[in-house]
């Protein structure tokens, strides 16, 4: 094969009156979308008679549905299990931050829970804001929230910083 077949081969032709490939005119192929198969509309149209559903019995008549995790009459997975625990009614749902999360707050000396939810660092603030000690603290700040763990309030206190407890 000489250099100029090779040439030829790379870049092909543009073909006379085909349109340039762009978003606008994408299409499928022609024969790659078929329509669907319609279900019995007679014996030549090879779903006729039962459509596919078979000879009698509940699967085969209009309207039937079944319930999920329906396992033939077998004891399903949900009630082959055990129950375990409960959900605790009186629980505080605490928003955490961990303070390697708060030396990240530029220009912050003073953090609060309402910084932390303008800033994006929470989603809400809930029944209040945990900070725990995951990380390091870069400089002094002073933290109000609603709870620390042991870990970040000696954190924040060894960076020359306080930690403030807000009562709710």
Known sequence: MSAADKKARKRPAKAAGVPELELHNLRPPKGAVKNKRR?????????????????????????????????????????????????????????????????????????????????????????????LGHGEVGGPLTVRAHAFSAAARRKIEAAGGKAEVIEK
């Open 39 to 131: 279900r019995g509309l007679g014996e030549g149209s090879s779903r006729g008679g039962t459509a596919g559903r078979g000879h009698k019995g509940q699967r085969s008549r209009s309207g039937f549905s079944q319930r999920s995790g329906f396992e033939g009459g077998q004891m399903p997975l949900h009630r082959r299990l055990p129950k375990r625990g409960f959900t605790n009614i009186f629980a505080r749902r605490l928003a955490s931050v961990n303070v390697a999360r708060l030396a990240k707050l530029e220009g912050a000396k003073e953090i609060t829970p309402e910084l932390l939810l303008a800033r994006g660092v929470i989603k809400k603030i809930g029944a209040g804001v945990k900070v």
